[in-house]
């Protein structure tokens, strides 16, 4: 790479590839959680992941960039970790707040990959680019804000 505007290409790519990922991820996580609100709260950040895989795909074909042919290694990693928590734990209260843990990790990550994608619209003067990113960096920091909640109100308790 050898300018912001390939890095900034390189960064859409690699938040499409861990989009991608986590489409086929969440599933998953909506079959194991035992919590009827945790599993709601999986369910609707997976539709909403689907519009987040969709708004990149726009912003690329608006930058003349084909989406595919990076591998989120972070994203992969992290969806690893969540698959073998997944299969390591038994009790259901307990599953249930370590997905939220497990859940919020690749929440963080993704608020950091949009944050600089954002950033970097901006400096290159892709302004309606920028809004679009920003849009789903808000939903992300509120998928995040929603898991906390369900960990502090009630589901880390029936854990202990």
Aim: net charge negative.
């Amino acid at each position: 790479m050898k300018n912001l505007n390939e890095l900034f290409e390189h960064q859409l790519k690699d938040l499409y590839s861990a989009e991608d990922q986590l489409t086929k991820a969440l599933p998953k996580m909506v079959k194991n959680a035992k919590d009827a609100k945790l599993k709601k709260a999986f369910e609707d950040h997976l539709e909403e992941t689907k519009e987040h895989k969709e708004r990149l795909e726009e912003i690329c074909e608006e930058l003349g960039i084909d989406p595919g042919g990076e591998t989120c290694k972070a994203m992969k990693g992290l969806i690893k970790e969540a698959e073998d928590f997944l299969d390591e734990v038994k009790d259901d209260d307990v599953k249930n707040a370590g997905m939220i843990a497990e859940a919020q990790r690749v929440e963080h990550y993704e608020i950091s990959g949009y944050g600089t994608a954002v950033r970097y619209a901006k400096e290159l003067g892709h302004k309606d680019i920028a809004k679009k990113l920003q849009k789903t960096l808000d939903e992300e920091y509120n998928a995040d804000k929603k898991l906390n909640d369900l960990a502090e109100k009630r589901l880390n308790d029936k854990a202990k």
